[in-house]
């Protein structure tokens, strides 16, 4: 956790906390009668267990708890949706999830900010608080207002923590999640008017019949997600097996599956593409598997032109191995089988050039060669970053993509990459030298 973090969630900490008690004397609100009070303890229910039980994927999280949020404002107003919102997630983070305090404390600030801010201008544009009537011509303005203000200051606020807690630029991480984020909080949101409708004609009942649906599909996708990680956890298994008979690749396919995506992201590509490079990142040398490829790891003396061939056929090896999975998508197996395609048509296996050659496989071959220059090898040293970013500035357009080269050397990866491989790299044998600097990733 760097100083900037601390200082960036210290300052939403403080901001929310002002807005909150701005909110709470400009707007109290009395409660009478059982039904209000029933709403707003079912709809703070309901955040708490969306929260607790939503599908964390990565950074992201899929749930539905910004339904009942935001279903509080039209009904209770933005003092209540202010206060709920912080009890609620408190009570979610705090003491169920229990993520660690600065995590959940800066979740808690920026989505009581977000909420809050949202309040002020569902207010500003006339929005009122009315949980026994229903008016969809009246609410739908200020409703827009706040969800739009909602979504804007939500996704500022979590895309500045992670490009500071990741030294991503702003722009990079907004690119990755505002358009998820905005088709969940679209979703959500328009659903949360049905959900004000239901509330305003049975009551807390309504509550319930539209939104225990919510939470079975919630769950199903829940147990869906698992078994996908499991899946996912099954594969990093297998290669971390093939990658143990060799110290000196040891953990190469994580950093370059993890390298790929981070890439992918940089060049702006939607999310299922972002999970195939990841995923053909993680399994672009399974070929290896094969046991004539094992006798060569750690073989006395130079290759034959027979070794050679068997390392040459690892791409469509694996990209073999790979067809058998039900859910290994073509993108994938494209990936994994030209992933040392050159862009000037000297690669293998089939010779591929330019944009001939999948995309996938041309930002693995990048990531791959960087992680390859950055790792000791028996035969010689780890490059230096200046080194690495030199080779690829003299390959960019014989070896490697231009455009992809191009994106990578200016994010700022290349520092990162550099620092990750210093932490998992293999200490060289004594008899090593400079010599052969230049690296060829077979
Ligand atoms: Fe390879």
Same mark, same amino acid.
């Given at each position: 956790?760097?100083?900037?973090?601390?200082?960036?969630?210290?300052?939403?900490? @403080?901001?929310?906390?002002?807005?909150?008690?701005?909110?709470?004397?400009?707007?109290?609100?009395?409660?009478?009668?059982?039904?209000?009070?029933?709403?707003?303890?079912?709809?703070?229910?309901?955040?708490?267990?969306?929260?607790?039980?939503?599908?964390?994927?990565?950074?992201?999280?899929?749930?539905?708890?910004?339904?009942?949020?935001?279903?509080?404002?039209?009904?209770?107003?933005?003092?209540?949706?202010?206060?709920?919102?912080?009890?609620?997630?408190?009570?979610?983070?705090?003491?169920?999830?229990?993520?660690?305090?600065?995590?959940? #404390?800066?979740?808690?600030?920026?989505?009581?900010?977000?909420?809050?801010?949202?309040?002020?201008?569902?207010?500003? %544009?006339?929005?009122?608080?009315?949980?026994?009537?229903?008016?969809?011509?009246? #609410?739908?303005?200020?409703?827009?207002?706040?969800?739009?203000?909602?979504?804007?200051?939500?996704?500022?606020?979590?895309?500045?923590?992670?490009?500071?807690?990741?030294?991503?630029?702003?722009?990079?991480? %907004?690119?990755?999640?505002?358009?998820?984020?905005?088709?969940?909080?679209? $979703?959500?949101?328009?659903?949360? &008017?049905?959900?004000?409708?239901?509330?305003?004609?049975?009551?807390?009942?309504?509550?319930?019949?539209?939104?225990?649906?919510?939470?079975?599909?919630?769950?199903?996708?829940? %147990?869906?997600?698992?078994?996908?990680?499991?899946?996912?956890? &099954?594969?990093?298994?297998?290669?971390?097996?093939?990658?143990?008979?060799?110290?000196?690749?040891?953990?190469?396919?994580?950093?370059?599956?993890?390298?790929?995506?981070?890439?992918?992201?940089?060049?702006?590509?939607?999310?299922?593409?972002?999970?195939?490079?990841?995923?053909?990142?993680?399994?672009?040398?399974?070929?290896?598997?094969?046991?004539?490829?094992?006798?060569?790891?750690?073989?006395?003396?130079?290759?034959?032109? *027979?070794?050679?061939?068997? &390392?040459?056929?690892?791409?469509?090896?694996?990209?073999?191995?790979?067809?058998?999975?039900?859910?290994?998508?073509?993108?994938?197996?494209?990936?994994?089988?030209?992933?040392?395609?050159?862009?000037?048509?000297?690669?293998?296996?089939?010779?591929?050039?330019?944009?001939?050659?999948?995309?996938?496989?041309?930002? #693995?071959?990048?990531?791959?060669?960087?992680?390859?220059?950055?790792?000791?090898?028996?035969?010689?040293?780890?490059?230096?970053?200046?080194? @690495?970013? $030199?080779?690829?500035?003299?390959?960019?357009?014989?070896?490697?993509?231009?455009?992809? *080269?191009?994106?990578?050397?200016?994010?700022?990866?290349?520092?990162?990459?550099?620092?990750?491989?210093?932490?998992?790299?293999?200490?060289?044998?004594?008899?090593?030298?400079?010599?052969?600097?230049? @690296?060829?990733?077979?």
């Amino acid at each position: 956790m760097t100083r900037g973090v601390t200082a960036y969630v210290a300052l939403v900490v @403080v901001a929310a906390l002002v807005l909150s008690g701005a909110v709470v004397l400009l707007f109290p609100v009395e409660l009478s009668g059982f039904t209000p009070w029933a709403g707003v303890i079912a709809l703070l229910l309901l955040t708490v267990a969306g929260e607790a039980l939503g599908v964390r994927t990565g950074r992201a999280v899929f749930s539905v708890s910004l339904i009942p949020t935001v279903t509080t404002v039209p009904l209770f107003g933005p003092c209540v949706a202010v206060v709920s919102t912080l009890v609620a997630r408190t009570i979610a983070h705090a003491f169920i999830l229990r993520t660690k305090p600065i995590k959940w #404390i800066f979740n808690v600030c920026q989505f009581t900010l977000a909420i809050g801010l949202g309040s002020l201008v569902y207010v500003a %544009l006339g929005g009122g608080a009315d949980y026994n009537t229903f008016h969809l011509g009246r #609410i739908l303005g200020p409703f827009g207002g706040l969800v739009v203000t909602y979504f804007v200051a939500n996704i500022t606020l979590v895309s500045g923590v992670i490009a500071l807690d990741t030294r991503k630029r702003v722009i990079d991480v %907004l690119r990755r999640f505002a358009p998820v984020a905005f088709a969940n909080d679209l $979703a959500s949101s328009s659903f949360s &008017i049905f959900v004000v409708f239901a509330f305003t004609q049975l009551g807390v009942a309504g509550l319930f019949v539209v939104l225990l649906p919510l939470f079975f599909l919630q769950h199903s996708y829940s %147990l869906q997600n698992r078994l996908l990680k499991q899946n996912k956890e &099954i594969l990093e298994f297998t290669v971390r097996t093939i990658e143990a008979k060799d110290p000196y690749t040891s953990g190469h396919s994580e950093r370059v599956a993890s390298l790929g995506r981070e890439l992918a992201e940089i060049l702006g590509l939607p999310s299922h593409r972002v999970e195939e490079i990841e995923t053909a990142g993680l399994l672009h040398d399974i070929g290896k598997i094969d046991f004539a490829y094992s006798e060569l790891i750690g073989s006395p003396g130079g290759l034959t032109d *027979v070794d050679r061939d068997i &390392i040459r056929s690892h791409p469509e090896r694996g990209a073999h191995l790979l067809e058998s999975l039900s859910n290994m998508s073509d993108s994938v197996l494209a990936a994994v089988r030209h992933h040392h395609e050159h862009y000037d048509g000297n690669g293998y296996p089939a010779g591929l050039s330019g944009k001939d050659i999948p995309f996938g496989a041309r930002v #693995i071959m990048v990531v791959d060669t960087v992680d390859a220059m950055l790792s000791n090898r028996p035969y010689r040293p780890a490059l230096s970053v200046e080194e @690495v970013a $030199a080779e690829l500035r003299s390959f960019s357009g014989r070896q490697f993509d231009p455009f992809v *080269v191009a994106k990578f050397l200016e994010s700022g990866m290349l520092e990162r990459a550099a620092r990750r491989a210093e932490m998992d790299r293999t200490p060289l044998p004594l008899a090593s030298s400079r010599q052969s600097a230049r @690296v060829v990733a077979y």
